[in-house]
């Protein structure tokens, strides 16, 4: 197989399934020993595309989206955590944690890409948000992200209030919605093929598989 396997993953920086899936499906990659056969790009989606700059309460914010009740908000939480932990990734729920606005962030995903820091970024952002009790809404925020990864903060800070990148992003999110992906994570495989959520490394194993042997 001489072309590399791409591999479109259209996420949310506070997508906690986002996160989970990737880690699942990076040791799927890892097992099979084809870490140099894959070609990851993350792809803008925005959850909340209406979410103010100040935010919402995150128990509000699902109550009032998904109709959850605050047990079952917590026994989620509970279980996203352990399952962060297997995946050594921390989940630090708390009270007071806000939904934020990820428009911008998704910006400078963009921007990181050229770059080759785009997944470095992704996991930087969304540990700040999960585990660093960050807001990824703010500007101070996003350029310590980008300081964290050795990205060009004025550059790439510059393009926050560019009318030609935030468009780009929006031309993007709608491109993938218009192929009808309407969840995340959404993990396509040379444009081909998709699977849904966070799967079990074993199923990632296997489309990984039969991907390849397509090839």
């Known amino acids: 197989m001489t072309d590399k396997i791409k591999i479109d993953i259209v996420s949310d920086v506070v997508c906690p399934w986002c996160t989970i899936g990737y880690k699942r499906l990076e040791k799927a990659i890892s097992e099979l020993g ?47 955590t352990e399952v962060g932990a297997e995946l050594d990734f921390t989940f630090d729920y708390y009270d007071e944690m806000r939904m934020a606005n990820t428009f911008e962030a998704h910006i400078l995903l963009e921007y990181a890409k050229a770059f080759g820091k785009q997944t470095e970024l992704k996991m930087r952002l969304t540990k700040a948000f999960f ?18 990864v050795g990205l060009n903060t004025e550059e ?15 031309n993007k999110q709608n491109y993938w919605k218009k192929l009808g992906i ?33 090839s």
């Open 34 to 80: 084809i870490q140099d056969k894959v070609e990851i790009e993350w792809q803008p989606f925005e959850l909340n595309p209406n979410m103010p700059a100040e935010g919402q309460n995150v128990r509000e914010h699902i109550t009032e989206k998904y109709g959850a009740t605050l047990e079952q908000q917590k026994k989620s939480q509970q279980h996203m």
């Open 131 to 148: 585990s660093d009790r960050k807001d990824v809404s703010k500007r101070d925020v996003l350029k310590q992200a980008l300081i964290d």
């Open 156 to 170: 790439a800070l510059a393009l926050l209030d560019n009318d030609k990148a935030r468009n780009d992003v929006r």
């Open 182 to 214: 309407n969840s995340v994570p959404t993990i396509v495989f040379n444009r081909k093929s998709a699977v849904t959520g966070a799967q079990p490394v074993d199923v990632f194993k296997q489309v990984l598989s039969e991907v390849i042997d397509a």
